[in-house]
């Protein structure tokens, strides 16, 4: 701990200490003007509702501002020292979490989605099925909080995760505050997972352990929108990575066991278990390679698959038998073609059509989103195929692959939010990537985190909004490449920071300049 100490000190460590402020007031700021509660009791009785309002909801607003512009910052300040080599893996550790306390107090970021999460719990504490009937089956204190989209809604969830939301709720009871620190505490192992996981995955892939903390784990999308904005998706992926790490370290029952865990908590999981059952053919095929007489391949395959579905039906069936719910969730994840955005392609598609012959015909962007979102089932579907296909010949191309599923989940389903691109991105940690591919993912956080609203509201059809995004993304990726791309330090007469070389570059002065 003293040697972290004397890191915050020097110049390497002043983008913790930044980016922790950053997350203060980012947590500030969210009291006003995240997805804050339609009846605060707790601001009320503080006297702070007036931060919700007016000028007081103008000064949470800029303070939210403040805290991710220097969170972002922070963050690929900090991965250029990690590039370099000056920074090491605890001392990551430790800006995480330092990064992530602050958070842990703030109203829900970016998303309604923790109210959904209790109403659900409730739903089943309160002898509902979640999986056949919405919330507002169960009128309660916490259904005033949900969004109305999702009050008839069924849960799109895995059981596992219904029963911890059930468990959450019978602690708590409907208190909203209690339950949203709750929840966020229960998914917290999540992060500690992939604290875990990341860097022993990119061991494994002949990364750097460092890098692949930085770029996904420490990135400001999955501690701000994951932690901040209180999802399950922190728990799943923090499974599904243990999951593939096991499975690589020949730990293949256990493996195939926490990656079933991580189905329970979100189907999503799922897309890594036909590429996991590659990984353990291969370690099979490679223990036999001295034997006389080998079974064909397909013989291997045949009974890795066998085993790996057995365990993995065991352990979903157990828990969809202790919550006492069926398979409903799966027919819950059409629910999200209530979400338009153009971040799906389908969708992006569809909006397109309409915009473009909107002059010429009268056309209702619903029918065109049916037939654009069908296509894209049918071309995710053949994706998902290809990469387990194309994939297939190692570990690493195997891992290669889950990124690629992922992605293509992302793109292709019928809808897309912010926070699900860190599937792909917390796997793609353990991949050796070239800096100008994480200079494009740094301008894509950016952007993602700049055009979207922290009440969860969509800013993406403000061209304003989205213009201004796409600037600072750009502005962010560039500085990763290459200090102060602006030149602001010497106009603001600061020392100039030093080059990759380690050598301080003065810059030209006079009419030239």
């Given amino acids: 701990?003293?040697?972290?100490?004397?890191?915050?000190?020097?110049?390497?460590?002043?983008?913790t200490v930044t980016g922790c402020l950053g997350a203060v007031l980012t947590t500030l700021g969210s009291f006003g003007a995240a997805a804050v509660r339609v009846h605060d009791v707790a601001l009320e009785d503080a006297h702070l509702s007036w931060l919700r309002f007016g000028h007081g909801l103008m000064l949470s607003s800029i303070a939210f501002w403040i805290g991710i512009a220097l969170l972002v910052l922070s963050w690929v300040r900090l991965g250029r020292c990690t590039l370099d080599g000056r920074v090491s893996l605890a001392q990551l550790r430790w800006t995480l979490v330092v990064w992530v306390v602050p958070l842990l107090f703030a109203v829900p970021l970016y998303s309604r989605d923790a109210y959904s999460y209790l109403a659900q719990g409730a739903l089943l504490r309160d002898g509902f099925d979640p999986y056949h009937v919405g919330p507002v089956v169960d009128p309660n204190p916490i259904l005033d909080d949900v969004s109305g989209i999702w009050t008839t809604t069924t849960a799109p969830y895995g059981p596992a995760f219904i029963m911890l939301a059930r468990l959450v709720t019978q602690l708590c009871g409907d208190d909203v505050m209690t339950g949203t620190m709750a929840l966020r505490l229960v998914m917290l192992p999540g992060l500690l997972l992939l604290a875990w996981a990341v860097p022993a995955l990119a061991r494994r892939m002949g990364a750097r352990p460092e890098v692949a903390m930085w770029f996904a784990v420490l990135n400001p999308l999955l501690v701000v929108h994951l932690v901040g904005g209180v999802h399950n998706?922190?728990?799943?992926?923090?499974?599904m990575l243990t999951g593939i790490v096991l499975v690589l370290d020949r730990k293949h029952v256990a493996g195939v066991a926490v990656l079933a865990v991580a189905v329970a908590i979100k189907g999503t999981a799922g897309i890594a278990l036909?590429?996991?059952?590659?990984?353990?053919?291969?370690?099979?095929?490679?223990?036999r390679r001295s034997d006389a007489h080998q079974p064909s391949p397909v013989l291997d395959f045949a009974r890795v698959a066998a085993i790996a579905v057995l365990?993995?039906?065991?352990?979903?069936?157990a828990f969809s038998l202790i919550a006492g719910v069926g398979l409903g969730w799966l027919a819950a994840l059409s629910g999200s073609i209530k979400i338009i955005n153009?971040?799906?392609i389908p969708t992006a598609t569809a909006q397109l059509i309409a915009w473009v012959c909107s002059p010429f015909v009268h056309l209702h962007l619903a029918?065109?989103?049916a037939v654009t979102r069908s296509v894209g089932v049918v071309l995710l579907a053949v994706t998902l195929v290809w990469a387990w296909w194309r994939f297939r010949q190692d570990e690493r191309r195997n891992l290669t692959g889950i990124?690629?599923?992922?992605l293509a989940v992302c793109l292709l389903s019928p809808a897309s939010l912010p926070w699900y691109y860190t599937w792909p991105l917390a796997v793609s940690g353990g991949l050796v990537l070239s800096r100008r591919t994480m200079a494009i993912v740094a301008g894509l956080v950016t952007w993602v985190m700049a055009v979207f609203m922290p009440t969860g509201s969509i800013g993406l059809y403000s061209w304003w909004n989205v213009l201004l995004a796409a600037a600072l993304g750009v502005l962010a990726?560039?500085?990763?490449?290459?200090?102060?791309?602006?030149?602001?330090?010497?106009?603001?007469?600061?020392?100039?920071?030093?080059?990759?070389?380690?050598?301080?570059r003065t810059p030209a002065t006079g009419p030239s300049a």
């Fill in 274 to 287: 036909p590429f996991v059952v590659w990984m353990w053919l291969h370690h099979v095929r490679a223990d």
């Fill in 233 to 239: 998706e922190l728990l799943m992926v923090g499974l």
């Fill in 342 to 344: 153009y971040i799906s």
């Fill in 403 to 406: 990124v690629v599923g992922l």
């Fill in 1 to 15: 701990m003293s040697s972290f100490r004397d890191f915050l000190r020097s110049r390497d460590g002043r983008p």
């Fill in 311 to 317: 365990i993995f039906t065991a352990v979903f069936a």
């Fill in 367 to 369: 029918p065109i989103l």
């Fill in 477 to 504: 990726g560039w500085s990763l490449l290459r200090p102060d791309p602006l030149r602001l330090r010497p106009a603001l007469g600061l020392a100039p920071l030093p080059a990759e070389d380690g050598t301080v």
